[in-house]
C-alpha cells in the first residue's frame, strides 16, 4: 500500500463539565462529545525521501512541526521506525481555532491512516495513547461516535447514536487561546456544573427536547468574558428559533441545533448578515456508520 486517504471530522461538545485541577496541571473533564459531517480531507502518501512534507490549501496554516498533523507524522515514524518518508495533502473545511477539535482531528487521521498505510495493525487503544501525548481531544478524533469522554478526554465510553440534527456553525473572525481560557478559569468557583447524567439519560431515550435542555459548557462565562461578541452571537441564533445552542470547546464557534434543514439554513443566513461572518455554515450530527476508522475499544 503506498498511500492512503481519511476524512477527519469536525467535533461538538453537547456538554463540557471542568471538575476540578489535577496535580498534574491538567483539569479533570467530563464531556459528552458528538461528531458532525463537516470534515478536512487527509491523504497520506509514502515517499523514498525521508521526512515529512506536509501542503495544504490553507496559506496562512503552519506546514511543519507547528502542525499537529505534521508531528503525528513524525511521532509515528520515531515510534515505529518507519523507512523513507510520507507526503500529508490537507484540504481544509473545518474552521482554524475554532473549538470544533480541527487540528486535533488533522493528528487523528494521520495516525490512522499511518497505521494502515504501514500495516501497523496498532489497536485504537495503542493509537489513543499515542494521541494523547499530542493533543487531549486527539484520542477522542480517532474515536468518534457519540461518546463520554473523561480524565484529559483519553477516557472514553461509547454512548448510543445522538438523534439527527441539523447543525449551524457559527465562528467569528478571531480565534481563543485554549491555553488561555483554561488559565482563566478557576475551576473551584464554578457555580453550575451540566447535569451530565440527565444528558446520557436523554441520549439515551432519542429525547430531542431533552439534550438541548442540558446543553452546557463552563468554560462559556471565560471566553464571554474574553470575547463578549461570542456571547452576542449565542444569544442572536436562540432567537432564530434554534432548539438548542451552545459554545463548542473554548470557542469562539457557537452551535445550534435544528430538526428542519431550511429552518438552520435561514438562521444561518441570518447570522452571517447580522455579524459580516465569513464563516457560518450548516452541517448535520452522524451516526456510527459514517465515522470512525474502523477501530473499536
Not at 432519542?206 to 461578541?229: H, S, W, Y
Amino acid at each position: 500500500m503506498e498511500s492512503v486517504k481519511v476524512k477527519s471530522r469536525a467535533k461538538i461538545n453537547l456538554t463540557l463539565d471542568v471538575l476540578y485541577r489535577r496535580e498534574d496541571g491538567f483539569h479533570e473533564l467530563e464531556m459528552v462529545m458528538q461528531s458532525l459531517k463537516l470534515y478536512d480531507s487527509i491523504a497520506v502518501q509514502k515517499t523514498a525521501q525521508a521526512g515529512v512534507f506536509l501542503q495544504t490549501d490553507v496559506p496562512f496554516l503552519p506546514t511543519d512541526e507547528r502542525n499537529l498533523a505534521y508531528r503525528a507524522a513524525r511521532k509515528m515514524q520515531e515510534a515505529f521506525a518507519l523507512p523513507g518518508g510520507v507526503q500529508i495533502c490537507l484540504t481544509k473545511r473545518i474552521p482554524v481555532a475554532a473549538g470544533l477539535a480541527g487540528g486535533s482531528g488533522n493528528a487523528a487521521a494521520v495516525l490512522a491512516a499511518m497505521n494502515e498505510l504501514y500495516e501497523l495493525n496498532l489497536s485504537l487503544q495503542e493509537l489513543m495513547k499515542l494521541g494523547l501525548t499530542l493533543g487531549s481531544d486527539v484520542p477522542y478524533c480517532l474515536f468518534g461516535k457519540t461518546a463520554l469522554a473523561k480524565g484529559r478526554g483519553e477516557i472514553l465510553e461509547e454512548l448510543p447514536d445522538c438523534p439527527h440534527f441539523y447543525v449551524v456553525l457559527a465562528k467569528p473572525d478571531f480565534g481563543v487561546s485554549t491555553g488561555a481560557v483554561f488559565r482563566a478559569l478557576q475551576a473551584e468557583k464554578i457555580g453550575r456544573h451540566p447535569d451530565t447524567a440527565g444528558m446520557l439519560r436523554a441520549i439515551e431515550a432519542k429525547d430531542r427536547a431533552g439534550i438541548c435542555a442540558r446543553l452546557e459548557n463552563v468554560l462559556e462565562p471565560v471566553t464571554f468574558q474574553m470575547q463578549p461578541q461570542v456571547q452576542k452571537i449565542k444569544g442572536f441564533l436562540a432567537a432564530q428559533g434554534a432548539e438548542g445552542v451552545l459554545m463548542s470547546g473554548s470557542g469562539p464557534t457557537i452551535f445550534a441545533l435544528f430538526t428542519q434543514k431550511e429552518a438552520a439554513e435561514e438562521a444561518c443566513q441570518k447570522t452571517k448578515e447580522a455579524f459580516a461572518m465569513r464563516t457560518v455554515l450548516v452541517t448535520e450530527t452522524v451516526d456510527k456508520g459514517e465515522q470512525g476508522y474502523g477501530l473499536s475499544l
